[in-house]
């Protein structure tokens, strides 16, 4: 965990006037090194990861590290490879985790080696994130236990088998501990983060840069807004996986009781 001072002088700096106006390099350098590690799996939603990559890419001084249990490539959902730079064991000290969601969570919610990195990586890093349904590997790691938090609407209510309090909100903050919805949800989720390390004014500077305006065509990114029958579709076409994950999330809640 960072010292009261680091944050202290991070909150100097992120109240200062001149800060917006300067250089990206002066800025780079105002601050001290922050390491960012995204853990990667076979099965991850390429937008989970993506999403906050690009956000995380962006704030000053910060180093984005792509974690897995080996280097070979990592297929996500829909067969997009992306290549990890560290390993498990070779990854250095975090002050950031974050852990994207996907169907292949589930593959890893009974993986001990991956449950370990996450332990042990949380008891000294600032904060603890999740995308989607990441947040039910950080719960099967017993990192949730007494925190609200939120995940993907099909799933949010598993976050209690693992002694979470489930929130229907797009990004919630309990503590260091900081969760976001499904899929696109990351990305307000990494903005939240940008503010919280670097101010607000940093955060709204790279929401500027990636010109993160959203305006769908259609009001029909949530089963409050979609039409009954899309909702549904949807459920039924999920159903499979969805009973799959919750066998597997009824085992991975079961050891840490």
């Known amino acids: 965990?960072?010292?009261?001072?680091?944050?202290?002088?991070v909150h100097r700096l992120q109240e200062a006037q001149w800060l917006p106006f300067a250089s990206e390099s002066f800025v780079s350098s105002a601050y001290q090194p922050v390491n960012v590690g995204i853990l990667l799996f076979d099965g991850v939603t390429q937008l989970d990861l993506?999403?906050?990559?690009?956000v995380f890419s962006r704030m000053p001084n910060t180093h984005v590290h792509l974690i897995a249990v080996s280097l070979a490539p990592v297929r996500t959902e829909w067969g997009l490879r992306i290549l990890p730079d560290t390993t498990l064991e070779d990854a250095p000290q975090l002050d950031l985790i974050c852990v994207p969601g996907g169907w292949g969570v589930d593959d890893c919610l009974e993986d001990?080696?991956?449950?370990?990195f996450l332990r042990a990586r949380a008891a000294d890093a600032e904060y603890v994130t999740s995308v989607c349904s990441g947040a039910l590997l950080l719960g099967a790691a017993g990192l949730l236990r007494g925190y609200r938090a939120t995940t993907h609407w099909m799933v949010?209510?598993?976050?209690?088998s693992f002694g979470a309090e489930p929130v229907h909100d797009r990004v919630v903050r309990d503590r260091n501990r900081i969760t976001g919805g499904g899929v696109t949800a990351g990305i307000d989720f990494a903005l939240l983060v940008?503010?919280?390390l670097f101010g607000v004014s940093v955060a709204q500077s790279i929401q500027l840069?990636?010109?993160?305006?959203?305006?769908?065509p259609f009001?029909?990114?949530s089963p409050q807004h979609a039409p009954a029958d899309i909702v549904r579709t949807l459920i039924d076409r999920s159903a499979s996986k969805l009973a799959r994950r919750r066998a597997i999330v009824a085992r991975a809640s079961a050891r840490i009781q």
């Open 112 to 116: 001990e080696r991956m449950l370990g």
């Open 209 to 216: 840069a990636i010109e993160y305006h959203p305006d769908p």
């Open 1 to 9: 965990m960072r010292s009261s001072a680091w944050s202290a002088g």
């Open 194 to 196: 940008a503010s919280e």
């Open 156 to 160: 949010r209510d598993l976050l209690a």
């Open 219 to 221: 009001d029909s990114g």
């Open 50 to 54: 993506t999403g906050p990559y690009e």
